[in-house]
T-cell receptor, first 114, second 114 residues
Framework: GNSVTQMEGPVTLSEEAFLTINCTYT??????LFWYVQYPGEGLQLLLK?????DKGSNKGFEATYRKETTSFHLEKGSVQVSDSAVYFC?????????????FGSGTQLTVLP | NAGVTQTPKFQVLKTGQSMTLQCAQD?????MSWYRQDPGMGLRLIHY???????DQGEVPNGYNVSRSTTEDFPLRLLSAAPSQTSVYFC?????????????FGEGSWLTVV
């Protein structure tokens, strides 16, 4: 079945530091890949997505590139802000049956200090 | 812009009680699903539906029932609540293929079973 392995947290960074959160996946075929963000006490919001190999998703300064050869979708941001403190989830959406629903990684808690 | 609406937002139940978490979407989406979020485990799929009258089990279906009598509504029923069902529940919806379509989440329902 499908699975997503995400870098364990928590991650604590100083403001303006570089962020990488690793994500690798196992899936059949060509899934779509997503990063969701959850701010404290809120639901999940789509941060970015990529639907095919070599696609780069980007939003709010965050980027991730769909690497089929390494089955990875690492999240990066060049300069984090305090407001980026949240839990980040990597997810994939498969192509058949229940795999059409999202499979999530375990989440990475990010705290950015001023 | 209602999107996906979940109620209630907070609920405390006693062991053995039953209740229904409501979910409604106004985007005419075919796909709806329920996830639970537990610390360190990401989100796990409980049940999903690919259209009115069609439901299927996800990864952790035991103790939950669903039905889909209309496109808009997808309630989740806890038949006899147990402390292990203490969790945050998210309803989600999306349009059908392609798999890259954005999945929209409700704001979550925090359930405590004592």
């Amino acid at each position: 079945g499908n699975s997503v392995t995400q870098m364990e947290g928590p991650v604590t960074l100083s403001e303006e530091a570089f962020l990488t959160i690793n994500c690798t996946y196992t899936a059949t075929g060509y899934p779509s890949l997503f990063w969701y963000v959850q701010y404290p006490g809120e639901g999940l919001q789509l941060l970015l997505k990529a639907t095919k190999a070599d696609d780069k998703g980007s939003n709010k300064g965050f980027e991730a590139t769909y690497r089929k050869e390494t089955t990875s979708f690492h999240l990066e941001k060049g300069s984090v802000q305090v407001s980026d403190s949240a839990v980040y989830f990597c997810a994939l959406n498969g192509i058949s049956g229940s795999a059409r629903q999202l499979t999530f990684g375990s989440g990475t808690q990010l705290t950015v200090l001023p | 812009n209602a999107g996906v609406t979940q109620t209630p937002k907070f609920q405390v139940l006693k062991t053995g009680q039953s209740m229904t978490l409501q979910c409604a979407q106004d985007m005419n989406h075919e796909y709806m699903s329920w996830y639970r979020q537990d610390p360190g485990m990401g989100l796990r799929l409980i049940h999903y539906s690919v259209g009115a009258g069609i439901t299927d089990q996800g990864e952790v279906p035991n103790g939950y029932n669903v039905s889909r009598s209309t496109t808009e509504d997808f309630p989740l029923r806890l038949l006899s609540a147990a402390p292990s069902q203490t969790s945050v529940y998210f309803c989600a919806s999306r349009d059908s293929y392609p798999s890259g379509n954005t999945i929209y989440f409700g704001e979550g329902s925090w359930l405590t079973v004592v």
